[in-house]
């Protein structure tokens, strides 16, 4: 029998219900979406929503929950821990390795609801949160199927710099750990530039539309911060989010990616990696951050999700 959390979403409200979900000696912030046709008394397939490097639930992360809540999904986007309304100190701790960790938090919690079938559990990550969601796969043998879309490696990101800018990086953040420990305050950099004016020369165009999403009315948020510690880095340097897809991965691979996307080499990566049932599915048009909030990009990756989880949950 199911252990139902005082916290569980209430079934009389078909709207985003907050809930905080434990993780250790602190929470998880979370926004659940009930399909639009929640019948008590049911069980339904759900999936877990993960939101891009920078962002919070309330943004793409949140459209696409809500969206695939309307196709008849239990759906629950959650802020990454350090991060957003979720607790955890260092505050801007950003690592793909606790999001890994986050998202089989969020399992634990899901797996108790009521109206949740806990054999038809998916999982979606966007931009750096499809990383962290296609690397937690393979040993999150509860995620039945997962899909990433405009899916982007942190770590090949960093290492493109290359050999010595790369050492070069991780001696400051040996400096600055050992700093901190001594106990200077904490070292917090942007995530991305704050303005178009702050963008280097040549930048690339998946980061020229992040600050056009982020930091303009667009989808400017004011718990996306923009500002991460600068230890992190050590973490997405050494993440190779593919290195299990070939032996350990077992649930279905849905990658969708715009086909102007410069970022569209990391999901084709991911899909040489896996060796099981994969699908690349291109959208004509779009560019990286086209894939957040624009349409019809948007619908057109809803309804590519919504037959791919129905297919592999519920076996439709």
């Given at each position: 029998?199911?252990?139902?959390?005082?916290?569980?979403?209430?079934?009389?409200?078909?709207?985003?219900?907050?809930?905080?979900?434990?993780?250790?000696?602190?929470?998880?912030?979370?926004?659940?979406?009930?399909?639009?046709?929640?019948?008590?008394?049911?069980?339904?397939?759900?999936?877990v929503?993960?939101?891009?490097?920078?962002?919070?639930?309330?943004?793409?992360?949140?459209?696409?929950?809500?969206?695939?809540?309307?196709?008849?999904?239990?759906?629950?986007?959650?802020?990454?821990?350090?991060?957003?309304?979720?607790?955890?100190?260092?505050?801007?701790?950003?690592?793909?390795?606790?999001r890994?960790?986050?998202?089989s938090?969020?399992?634990?919690?899901?797996?108790?609801?009521?109206?949740?079938?806990?054999?038809?559990?998916?999982?979606?990550?966007?931009?750096?949160?499809?990383?962290?969601?296609?690397?937690?796969?393979?040993?999150?043998?509860?995620?039945?199927?997962?899909?990433?879309?405009?899916?982007?490696?942190?770590?090949a990101?960093?290492?493109?710099?290359?050999?010595?800018?790369?050492?070069?990086?991780l001696?400051?953040?040996?400096?600055?750990?050992?700093?901190?420990?001594?106990?200077?305050?904490?070292?917090?950099?942007?995530?991305?530039?704050?303005?178009?004016?702050?963008?280097?020369?040549?930048?690339p165009?998946?980061?020229?539309?992040?600050v056009?999403?982020?930091?303009?009315?667009?989808?400017?948020?004011?718990?996306?911060?923009?500002?991460?510690?600068?230890?992190?880095?050590?973490?997405?340097?050494?993440?190779?989010?593919?290195?299990?897809?070939?032996?350990?991965?077992?649930?279905?691979?849905?990658?969708?990616?715009?086909?102007?996307?410069?970022?569209?080499?990391?999901?084709?990566?991911?899909?040489?990696?896996?060796?099981?049932?994969?699908?690349?599915?291109?959208?004509?048009?779009?560019?990286?951050?086209?894939?957040?909030?624009?349409?019809?990009?948007?619908?057109?990756?809803?309804?590519?999700?919504?037959?791919?989880?129905?297919?592999?949950?519920?076996?439709?």
């Amino acid at each position: 029998m199911k252990n139902i959390q005082a916290s569980s979403v209430p079934v009389t409200s078909p709207d985003c219900q907050h809930v905080k979900i434990p993780r250790g000696n602190f929470d998880i912030a979370a926004n659940v979406y009930l399909p639009i046709d929640f019948t008590e008394g049911k069980t339904y397939p759900a999936i877990v929503v993960s939101h891009p490097g920078g962002g919070v639930k309330e943004q793409t992360a949140g459209t696409y929950a809500k969206r695939l809540a309307d196709s008849g999904f239990v759906t629950i986007a959650f802020d990454a821990a350090y991060q957003g309304e979720s607790g955890g100190e260092p505050r801007g701790t950003d690592s793909p390795f606790n999001r890994m960790d986050d998202i089989s938090y969020v399992i634990d919690y899901i797996d108790n609801l009521p109206y949740v079938d806990s054999s038809q559990i998916g999982a979606l990550g966007i931009c750096a949160g499809a990383g962290a969601t296609i690397a937690a796969a393979p040993t999150e043998k509860r995620i039945k199927a997962v899909a990433g879309v405009s899916t982007f490696d942190v770590g090949a990101a960093h290492r493109a710099a290359g050999p010595e800018a790369v050492n070069e990086t991780l001696q400051k953040v040996a400096v600055q750990r050992e700093n901190e420990a001594k106990g200077d305050p904490v070292l917090l950099v942007p995530n991305i530039p704050d303005t178009k004016g702050d963008l280097p020369t040549n930048a690339p165009e998946f980061l020229v539309e992040a600050v056009d999403y982020y930091r303009t009315p667009r989808a400017f948020h004011p718990r996306a911060t923009n500002r991460v510690t600068f230890t992190s880095v050590a973490d997405a340097i050494r993440f190779y989010p593919w290195e299990n897809l070939g032996n350990m991965m077992t649930a279905p691979l849905l990658l969708v990616a715009g086909e102007k996307a410069d970022t569209l080499p990391y999901s084709q990566a991911a899909y040489d990696a896996d060796n099981g049932p994969k699908e690349l599915y291109l959208v004509k048009g779009a560019t990286h951050v086209d894939m957040y909030d624009k349409e019809p990009y948007v619908s057109e990756a809803i309804g590519k999700l919504a037959d791919f989880f129905h297919t592999n949950l519920n076996g439709d």
